[in-house]
T-cell receptor, first 115, second 113 residues
Framework: EAQVTQNPRYLITVTGKKLTVTCSQNMNHEYMSWYRQDPGLGLRQIYY???????DKGDVPEGYKVSRKEKRNFPLILESPSPNQTSLYFCASSQAGGQNTGELFFGEGSRLTVL | KQEVTQIPAALSVPEGENLVLNCSFTDSAIYNLQWFRQDPGKGLTSLLLIQSSQREQTSGRLNASLDKSSGRSTLYIAASQPGDSATYLC????????????FGSGTRLQVQP
C-alpha cells in the first residue's frame, strides 16, 4: 500500500530536548516536504526536498533542520524545541516532474507538544 | 508573496444539495492548484490536481475549475452526502522561485443527513 509514515504520532517533550520526527515514503517519490498546521494560521511549509541531498527552506524554517540522505526518508529535527513549536506536523511526498510538485500524499500527522 | 483565501470558512448544507467552495490566490504565476480533504485528526487527502494549463478536472461527484487570470478556483460537489463532511483546502504551487506550496485556511463543510 502506498503510504507516507510518520513517527511518533504523538509526543510531549520539554524545552531544549532535541527530538526527531521521522518520515518515510514507499512510493519512490523525489519530492518530500514538511508542514506545520496551527489554528488560524493553516498549513505552512517548513522545509522541502526535491531529491536526495537537495533541501530548501519553506516559509517557516526557523528552529528546524532536515536531511535527505536516502530517497525514502526525510526526518525533521528540532535541535532545541521551544513552546512555539507546539503544533501538528505533516510530512508529504510527490513524484516531482520537472518544475512541478505533482499530487501530494500526506502522512497522518505528528502532534507535538513542547512544555 | 502568494496569498490564498478560501470562502466561506464554514458551510452547513442538507444532504443532496449541490455546493461550491471557492479559492482565490493573489499571484497568477502558478504551476498547479490542488484541492485536498482533511478529516478531523487526520492527514490531507488529495482530491484533484489542476495543472496551470488546464481549466478543470473531474473525479466522480467532484469538479474543480481554474481561472488563472482572475486568480480563482472552485470546487463543485454534486449531490452532497454526510460522508462529504470534512475540511476542504486548496493549495497553490508557485511557478518561480522556491517550489513551496501555499495553502488556504480551508472551508469546513458539514452535510446534514
Amino acid at each position: 500500500e502506498a503510504q507516507v509514515t510518520q513517527n511518533p504520532r504523538y509526543l510531549i517533550t520539554v524545552t531544549g530536548k532535541k527530538l526527531t520526527v521521522t518520515c518515510s515514503q514507499n512510493m519512490n517519490h523525489e519530492y518530500m516536504s514538511w508542514y506545520r498546521q496551527d489554528p488560524g494560521l493553516g498549513l505552512r511549509q517548513i522545509y522541502y526536498s526535491m531529491n536526495v541531498e537537495v533541501t530548501d527552506k519553506g516559509d517557516v524554517p526557523e528552529g528546524y533542520k532536515v536531511s535527505r540522505k536516502e530517497k525514502r526518508n526525510f526526518p525533521l529535527i528540532l535541535e532545541s524545541p521551544s513552546p512555539n513549536q507546539t503544533s501538528l506536523y505533516f510530512c508529504a511526498s510527490s513524484q516531482a516532474g520537472g518544475q512541478n510538485t505533482g499530487e501530494l500524499f500526506f502522512g497522518e500527522g505528528s502532534r507535538l507538544t513542547v512544555l | 508573496k502568494q496569498e490564498v483565501t478560501q470562502i466561506p470558512a464554514a458551510l452547513s448544507v442538507p444532504e443532496g444539495e449541490n455546493l461550491v467552495l471557492n479559492c482565490s490566490f493573489t499571484d497568477s504565476a502558478i504551476y498547479n492548484l490542488q484541492w485536498f480533504r482533511q478529516d478531523p485528526g487526520k492527514g490531507l487527502t488529495s482530491l484533484l490536481l489542476i495543472q496551470s494549463s488546464q481549466r478543470e478536472q473531474t473525479s466522480g461527484r467532484l469538479n474543480a475549475s481554474l481561472d488563472k487570470s482572475s486568480g480563482r478556483s472552485t470546487l463543485y460537489i454534486a449531490a452532497s452526502q454526510p460522508g462529504d463532511s470534512a475540511t476542504y483546502l486548496c493549495a497553490v504551487a508557485r511557478r518561480t522561485g522556491r517550489r513551496a506550496l501555499t495553502f488556504g485556511s480551508g472551508t469546513r463543510l458539514q452535510v446534514q443527513p
